[in-house]
């Protein structure tokens, strides 16, 4: 049996200088997928496409498309319950791409302090 640390250090001490490297370099992975992300959009509609609302990868609504069949002054309720669902939708779509584009960095690793982020 070898007496080589997995960590590639000497006498049973980690290689913290390699540690280091490989931390800094999944800190500048992570990095750029937050740059990819917050300039990401995702599209998501209700009622079959007659609220279709766009929010970036900051969570922020963008756009809002509204089918004027849907426009109803004596039901607005109707078209507030579409508008709130097709904006759950695109919130759930962007924590999907977020948890997908951050889980292949992390390998699956839960991070403290970022609860459904990953």
Do not use: W, Y
Request: net charge negative; aromatic share 2%; glycine share 12%.
């Amino acid at each position: 049996m070898s007496d080589k640390n997995p960590f590639g250090g000497k006498g049973g001490m980690p290689d913290l200088g390699a540690l280091m490297k490989q931390a800094q370099r999944l800190q500048a992975d992570v990095a750029r997928a937050q740059e990819e992300l917050a300039s990401a959009t995702v599209d998501a509609s209700s009622g079959g496409g007659l609220v279709t609302v766009t929010i970036n990868g900051h969570f922020e609504l963008q756009k809002i498309a509204i089918d004027k069949t849907v426009v109803d002054p004596t039901d607005v309720g109707m078209l507030q319950d579409l508008v709130v669902a097709a904006v759950n939708q695109a919130v759930a779509r962007m924590r999907e791409l977020s948890k997908e584009k951050m889980s292949g960095l992390m390998g699956g690793m839960n991070i403290p302090g970022m609860p459904g982020m990953f």
